[in-house]
């Protein structure tokens, strides 16, 4: 296994997270650091988690997908005991009527517990595994990409380069062109208005604030919000069920 | 790719992409995609838009990023894996063909 961690800020932002993976606080396994988001680029990752397999060869048996180690985990009680009231970006979608709801959205889809027992079918019975996929059954199920989405990958690269260098009204101009050529690439999003939660609201779990902060939606920089995009989805769209 | 320039040589763009620039064209492991001229002649925006590649400048920096291919409309072009290059905690390198021989299986996630 290989863990990769999309994140832009830096390695101290996903230190304890890497550290907390092993008793001894270093991992076994390669445990990495993706600030520039190559896994998007390079394999069409569009979500956090998602799983890549890959066969002896150097082949890839299945393409990026939804996948967890087992069920559906809470979030630490003081995490959401810490996070503010959040209001909605201005232009974001509104919640629909009688919709689902970000938590129903965020627990639908992809089967979290019986994605492991996918994995250890491949890992012992490799290609003749029915959860393996053809060449031409990867690439056909790997991410859409258009012209206009690789042109939105161009503006993340370009977001992500100005944001570290200081140059973040620069930034945030490109991170908008991108997340409206890729409305359905999360991490591009989610990056973006985590970069700016934490501004705002720092602590242990500001990289959580993905959205302004009730009373403050005129100085969000974003065309919308974590909450308000999620909540406007179909149940089952957010980890599509690829199993 | 991020460049400062768009003064390319096909090498820069190989480094930068994963596409190298053959007699046959611009390859990526087995798919080849055929060029006009030679390498020789090698010119990025052609390149990039024969490869389905968007090419954003930003106007105040003049820094560019060159966009990953879009062929077939997929983000896959090939079931190749690609190199993927990555460094850990403590600034060491990390090549995914260091694991070539064994199954791997990557997770992406995030701290937020």
Partial sequence: MVTASLELSG??????YIEAAHPSGRPTHPSLLDPTHQLDAL??????PNVIWIDEQGIIVRPPEPGWPGGRQEFPKEMLADMPDLGRAPGAPAEPVDGPGMW????????RLSYPDAIRDWVNNGADSPFVMSPGEVIAASQPRDAAMSQGA???ELANHLWRAGNRDAAIEHFNACHRLQPDNWTYRRQAWSLVGNDRVGGDYGRFVQGPVLGEEEDWPFESDFRSEVSSRAVGSYYPSTL | ???????????QFAAGTGWEIKPQGACKAEVCVPLDGSAADFNVRAVAERLGMAIVTDATTAMSAIGPESLGDRALATAQ????????????EFRLSSLHGQKVVIVSWAPY
């Fill in chain 1, 43 to 48: 394999f069409g990752v569009v979500n956090i």
């Fill in chain 2, 1 to 11: 790719m991020l460049t400062d320039t768009l003064e390319l040589t096909a090498e």
């Fill in chain 1, 11 to 16: 390695p101290e932002a996903s230190r304890r």
């Fill in chain 1, 154 to 156: 161009a503006h993340f």
């Fill in chain 2, 81 to 92: 894996a690609p190199e993927l290059v990555l460094k850990d905690l403590d600034g060491n």
């Fill in chain 1, 104 to 111: 129903a959205v965020l627990g639908s889809g992809q089967d």
